[in-house]
């Protein structure tokens, strides 16, 4: 995985992590519960470990009451030094 990669990951995952916590929400119930998906595939997202799925995404936004849009606004997609 590219760094841009690993930097974006990481980015999209602090953001997430902060929407649960506003939400005050412990990591295993808003994975398990809100989610549906693992308490490990959630700690990988918010720690920016995995490329996600755009399902997984989805799953997050609409657990976070967001549209998929609106998690990923402001973010920089634009890649400078591929080669």
């Known amino acids: 995985m590219q760094q841009q990669d690993k930097k974006l990951l990481k980015m999209i995952g602090k953001r997430i992590k902060k929407l649960r916590l506003e939400k005050d929400k412990s990591l295993n119930n808003f994975a398990f519960n809100d989610c549906l998906i693992t308490s490990a595939t959630l700690s990988r997202v918010e720690n920016g470990l995995v490329d996600l799925k755009f399902t997984t ?27």
């Open 57 to 83: 995404l989805i799953k997050i936004a609409n657990a976070l009451e967001v549209t998929p849009a609106e998690l990923l606004e402001n973010f920089e997609f634009k890649y400078t030094d591929l080669y």
